[in-house]
Structure formats: structure tokens, C-alpha cells
């Protein structure tokens, strides 16, 4: 119920038009040990689209992706793919590589649930200029979309605002609408794809739930019903693609996400792990010992 209850919260999300300037501060890149990069290095070669699955609000996966960009670009990658309204791009592009210093609203008025913080906006800055000059995709739906699937689920004579006729959505409502952004996510993403080389490969990073390639939760448990996934209809609208998850996961630390900041509480963990696995969700896990806070230009807010 709390994975439904943050994907409420992210649908009844507005964006507003007020835009700022702010300097976005540099991050150092998260070290990974040898063998996990030729582990991760062994992961990419084979993949087309490399997805990897978050929690959301974390300073280490944005920090993951910059300690890889020179590795993954010599092997073919050079798009970032991300978890943000699809009409937030250009912009995006625009402050990332320079041509504009006005911070784009998903960053400006961030959500709640952790992912508009400045790690990831200043991974994207290091991915779209010199030398790497990686593209950009934002595949998740826009407002307006998230606010029409849900003004269409709502009874013809419904009275109130949106926002108290959504708190009254059934969980049945709020897993089809969980359905129908993860479905939106992969068309979107395969359009947006479609513009660019078809050799180039890409990373894209979404909350962990989205980056599942199969299913193996209980019958009858919340997660069961939320398939498929954005990776998982990937794979199966574009066979064609070699698509690979990664669930990146942290043992101890904290993260920004619900509005607040939470703890990882997990196993003793010393060392970055990364390993394949079997009979599981995703293809491999990446496991950290230790995660932070994410940071944000401005207060989260819903």
C-alpha cells in the first residue's frame, strides 16, 4: 500500500509554470570497486536498454551512473533515459548542456517522492555535454495525462476537487492507474527512442517496482498485481531490444522520499555487491552499503 499510496501522490501532482535560476553544484561519482565495475561492465555489453530500479531519493544511484559514463559510452551508450513528465525535456536538455540557466519546474518545485533532487540534475548536466554529449529522454506521462486518467475514472456527477475525489479511489482504481502510467512510460520511452541512432544504447533509471523483467511476487500481495512493468512491456512491445534491470539497493543510510527522510535498515554490508539473480524480479542486484539523503534546489512539496 505504500507503493500505491507515493503513485497517488505523484499522479495528482501539478506542475506549475513558475520557473527559477539557480546554480546547480557539481557531485563527486560514487567509486566502485574493480570487480563490480567489470561485473557491471559484463551487464551493459549485453544489453540494449540497461534499466536500473531505485528507491527513490538517493544521492548514490545519480553518482553510480557519472562513475560509469566512460565506461558505458566506449561500449555503445549515449542516451539518459528518466522517470520525469515527458514535457520537462527540452528544458532539461536546455540548463543541462548550457544553453539555458533556468531550472525546469520538476526541479524547481520538486514532489514528494524524492526524484527531482539536484543529484540527478547534475548527473544529466554530466551526461548531455563534453565529452560524453549523451541524449536525453523523460519518459514518464505529464500532468495533463495523469489528470485526464484520473478525471476518467471519476464518477460523471463526482462534486469536489480533484484531489478529494482521488483520496476516495478504490485500490483497484489506483492499480489501473499504475498500469496505465507504466504503460505510458513504455510508450513513451519507444517513441522518444525511435528519434535517435539505432545502435545507441541506453540507461535508464526508474523506481525499482517499474524496472521489474519478470514477476515472482505472491498470488495475492499488491506488487502481483502491478504487471506488467515499464520494463517488462519493453521487452515485449520491442523484442528486438536486449533489455537488462538492475535493483540497486542500500542496507544502511538514508533517502528522500514521502516528503521526509526515511532509513534503510537491512543486513551488515562492508562492500559493494553486484550479481546476477536467479529466479527473481530483476536480472541483477546492485547492493550498497550505505545510502544518503538526496537534496533539492527548493522544498518538496506536493
Excluded at 57 to 62: I, N
Excluded at 93 to 117: I, M, Q
Excluded at 173 to 183: G, N
Excluded at 195 to 202: E, M, Q, R, T
Amino acid at each position: 500500500m505504500n507503493y500505491l499510496k507515493s503513485i497517488l501522490v505523484a499522479l495528482m501532482l501539478l506542475s506549475a509554470t513558475t520557473r527559477a535560476e539557480v546554480t546547480v553544484p557539481e557531485q563527486p561519482s560514487y567509486p566502485l570497486p574493480a570487480d563490480v565495475q567489470q561485473s557491471l561492465k559484463t551487464l551493459a555489453i549485453e544489453s540494449d536498454i540497461l534499466v536500473l530500479g531505485e528507491i527513490h531519493g538517493t544521492q548514490e544511484v545519480p553518482a553510480i551512473v557519472e562513475e560509469l559514463l566512460p565506461t558505458l559510452t566506449k561500449l555503445g551508450y549515449g542516451a539518459l533515459a528518466l522517470e520525469v513528465p515527458r514535457d520537462e525535456q527540452p528544458a532539461i536538455a536546455a540548463l543541462a548542456k548550457g544553453n539555458s540557466s533556468v531550472v525546469p519546474t520538476f526541479f524547481a518545485k520538486p514532489g514528494e517522492d524524492g526524484r527531482g533532487n539536484q543529484q540527478v540534475l547534475a548527473m544529466v548536466r554530466r551526461a548531455l555535454r563534453p565529452p560524453y554529449e549523451w541524449k536525453l529522454i523523460c519518459f514518464d506521462g505529464t500532468n495533463d495525462d495523469m489528470m485526464r486518467q484520473m478525471m476518467e475514472r471519476l464518477p460523471k456527477d463526482a462534486k469536489g476537487n480533484i484531489a478529494e475525489q482521488a483520496a476516495k479511489f478504490s485500490p483497484d482504481d489506483i492499480t489501473a492507474l499504475s498500469l496505465q502510467r507504466d504503460a505510458t512510460m513504455a510508450k513513451n520511452f519507444a517513441e522518444e527512442r525511435k528519434k535517435l541512432p539505432a545502435k545507441l544504447k541506453v540507461v535508464a533509471i526508474c523506481g525499482n517496482v517499474h524496472a521489474r523483467t519478470a514477476n515472482h511476487a505472491p498470488a495475492k500481495s499488491t506488487l502481483k498485481a502491478l504487471w506488467p512493468s515499464f520494463a517488462a512491456l519493453l521487452k515485449q512491445n520491442q523484442p528486438h531490444w536486449q533489455v537488462r534491470s538492475v535493483n540497486v539497493q542500500a542496507f544502511s543510510g538514508e533517502y528522500f522520499n514521502g516528503g521526509k527522510v526515511n532509513k534503510f535498515t537491512g543486513r551488515p554490508l562492508t562492500k559493494v555487491e553486484a550479481r546476477p539473480t536467479a529466479d527473481a524480479d530483476w536480472d541483477w542486484e546492485l547492493n550498497l552499503p550505505r545510502a544518503t539523503a538526496a537534496t533539492f534546489l527548493a522544498s518538496p512539496k506536493d
